[in-house]
């Protein structure tokens, strides 16, 4: 299985400003992706990160707001634009990897708006 | 869009009992997986099965798809076993979509 980092593991931002995750992965991957946990709650995914392309944006969100970059097949950023309150969430990159596509997530980053 | 149904949503064990969490999808998948999110917010893969039977030491799991339901089994459950788990099903392009999850406390 890949090993995924991501950083900052945590942050507490003023509301009004912007936060940037990245998220390194130990091998090439073709597919990674990034999810939203909100408080007590599941997780949606937010995009598909395409490298050397722009990225697929699920409904609900949009580039202006979540601005992602995929320079490379084992790095990707997740910027979070223009923060609230209603951001506070935790962030996690993931990859399929593994002979049956199996997904892998990041250690996730906890964000606290306030 | 696909649904993800989970039951029970919340479950309280005492160290040893077994217990069965059920995942429900409302059409066909072509891939299926289990997570076990720990306390931490760390998501664990413990299963990919979008059809048969697998296990794992204490666990195991059963995926039905003709009839849309996988059923995870925890064998003599530790206060390790405690977390969230989730049931998750690709909508295509290994883009998964989550179930609500079954929160799990297992007392010592």
């Known amino acids: 299985s890949a090993v995924i980092s991501q950083k900052p593991s945590r942050d507490i931002c003023q509301r009004g400003t912007s936060l940037t995750i990245q998220c390194q992965v130990d091998?090439?991957?073709?597919?990674m992706f990034w999810y939203r946990q909100q408080p007590g709650q599941s997780l949606t995914l937010i995009a598909t990160?395409?490298?050397?392309?722009?990225?697929?944006?699920e409904s609900g969100f949009v580039i202006d707001k979540f601005p992602i970059s995929r320079p490379n097949l084992t790095f990707s950023t997740l910027t979070v634009s223009n923060m609230s309150p209603e951001d506070s969430s935790i962030y996690l990159c993931?990859?399929?990897?593994?002979?049956?596509?199996?997904?892998?997530f990041g250690p996730g980053t906890r964000l606290t708006v306030t | 869009g696909i649904q993800v149904e989970q039951s029970p949503p919340d479950l309280i064990l005492q160290e040893g009992a077994n217990s069965t969490l059920r995942c429900n999808f409302s059409d066909s998948v072509n891939n299926l997986q289990w997570f076990h999110q720990n306390p931490w917010g760390q998501l664990i893969n413990l299963f990919y099965i979008p059809s048969g039977t697998k296990q794992n030491g204490r666990l195991s799991a059963t995926t039905v798809a003709t009839e849309r339901y996988s059923l995870l089994y925890i064998s003599s459950s530790q206060t390790t076993d405690s977390g969230v788990y989730f049931c998750a099903v690709e909508r295509g392009y290994n883009k998964l979509i989550f179930g609500a999850g079954t929160r799990l406390a297992v007392h010592p």
């Open positions: 993931s990859v399929v990897g593994g002979p049956s596509y199996e997904q892998y």
């Open positions: 990160a395409n490298q050397g392309s722009e990225a697929t944006y």
């Open positions: 091998s090439q991957v073709t597919m």
